[in-house]
């Protein structure tokens, strides 16, 4: 099992920029790729960002791309996402997420955690 707690959420004004941190127990992290998922209220929750184990490849969502930035520190279990230039469409509960191979959809997650509100006020 592997426990995924996320934080640094909370309330930004549009153009402002907040850090997500997502800790994780168990099982060895550095055997994951890590990831970043998001649900706006009322629809699908949805890839942002992932990364391998290593922390070398990167992945990320075409809307959040050049304002979102992923990344890992494996001594700290720890795997963050960067957002800048946030804006009111990035309002939604941002997941953390563990799985076996490159996070793209829900059938690669092995892990979630109970996620994070983000909202962004134009």
């Known amino acids: 099992q592997v426990q995924l707690v996320e934080s640094g959420g909370g309330l930004v004004q549009a153009g402002g920029s907040l850090r997500l941190s997502c800790a994780a127990s168990g099982r060895t992290f550095s055997n994951y790729f890590m990831g970043w998922f998001r649900q706006a209220p009322g629809k699908e929750r949805k890839f942002v960002a992932s990364i391998n184990w290593s922390g070398g490849h990167t992945y990320s969502e075409d809307s959040v791309k050049g304002r979102f930035t992923i990344s890992r520190d494996n001594a700290k279990n720890t795997v963050y996402l960067q957002m800048n230039s946030l804006k009111p469409e990035d309002t939604a509960v941002y997941y953390c997420?563990?799985?076996?191979?490159?996070?793209?959809?829900?059938?690669?997650?092995?892990?979630w955690g109970k996620g994070t509100l983000v909202t962004v006020s134009s």
């Open positions: 997420a563990a799985g076996p191979r490159i996070l793209r959809t829900d059938y690669d997650i092995d892990y």
